[in-house]
């Protein structure tokens, strides 16, 4: 055996088994990918999580058409003076009973508590408030005429993504958004997962 298959045939094996199916679930890819994905990141399971990230999320995509209909409300209350109420929703109530979804649940909660989002997603942005920024972008403009409408699209964008839910950094690993975080459950039950709708109160505030 040439010493680059001894090297291979021992990273292979000391790749653990739990391992393996932890990246399996995170991912939402089969048990051969996920190996094959440690074997090649050396056993470096946040490397090996990056580089299938994006298999998962294609998996989680193909579920984002399909309807949700069930879920559950959850609540979050901060120190009795800042709360949040969201409902997220799922496709079965077998999903919605589950302790890992009222947790996904919870953790929603506290994002919108903590960062304050007016939105759910760029979609629920008013068309007015929009079509302004985009004007803005547009009387500011000084790159290639050929990518104006896509520099402008990541501008508008990049100008709401704080008040946008989905769009915001995950206050538990900056390195996801929240959509990302959502799509990274999607791809662990097998099932569409959405936000409908929140409310966020802070004792003395009113809108």
């Given at each position: 055996?040439?010493?680059?298959?001894?090297?291979?045939?021992?990273?292979?094996?000391?790749?653990?088994?739990e391992l393996i199916k932890k990246l399996k679930e995170l991912s939402g890819v089969g048990l051969t990918d996920a190996k094959q994905a440690l074997v090649e990141a050396k056993g470096d399971f946040d490397k090996a999580l990056d580089a299938m990230r994006k298999k998962g999320m294609t998996k989680a995509e193909k579920r984002g058409d399909r309807e949700t209909r069930e879920g559950i409300i959850e609540t979050?209350?901060?120190?009795?003076?800042?709360?949040?109420?969201?409902?997220?929703?799922?496709?079965?109530?077998?999903?919605?009973?589950?302790?890992?979804?009222?947790?996904?649940?919870?953790?929603?909660?506290?994002?919108?508590?903590?960062?304050?989002?007016?939105?759910?997603?760029?979609?629920?942005?008013?068309?007015?408030?929009?079509?302004?920024?985009?004007?803005?972008?547009?009387?500011?403009?000084?790159?290639?005429?050929?990518?104006?409408?896509?520099?402008?699209?990541?501008?508008?964008?990049?100008?709401?993504?704080?008040?946008?839910?989905?769009?915001?950094?995950?206050?538990?690993?900056?390195?996801?958004?929240?959509?990302?975080?959502?799509?990274?459950?999607?791809?662990?039950?097998?099932?569409?997962?959405?936000?409908?709708?929140?409310?966020?109160?802070?004792?003395?505030?009113?809108?």
């Amino acid at each position: 055996m040439s010493q680059e298959l001894k090297e291979k045939a021992g990273e292979v094996k000391a790749i653990s088994i739990e391992l393996i199916k932890k990246l399996k679930e995170l991912s939402g890819v089969g048990l051969t990918d996920a190996k094959q994905a440690l074997v090649e990141a050396k056993g470096d399971f946040d490397k090996a999580l990056d580089a299938m990230r994006k298999k998962g999320m294609t998996k989680a995509e193909k579920r984002g058409d399909r309807e949700t209909r069930e879920g559950i409300i959850e609540t979050y209350v901060h120190d009795g003076r800042l709360g949040a109420i969201v409902e997220v929703n799922c496709e079965t109530s077998f999903v919605a009973k589950t302790d890992e979804f009222k947790d996904l649940a919870h953790k929603l909660a506290m994002q919108i508590a903590s960062m304050n989002p007016l939105y759910v997603s760029i979609e629920d942005i008013p068309e007015k408030d929009l079509e302004a920024k985009k004007k803005e972008f547009e009387a500011n403009f000084k790159g290639p005429e050929n990518m104006k409408d896509q520099i402008i699209g990541g501008q508008i964008k990049k100008a709401f993504s704080d008040k946008v839910l989905m769009e915001q950094p995950y206050i538990l690993d900056d390195n996801l958004t929240v959509a990302q975080f959502i799509k990274e459950a999607i791809a662990k039950t097998g099932e569409n997962i959405t936000v409908r709708q929140f409310k966020r109160l802070e004792l003395g505030v009113t809108e």
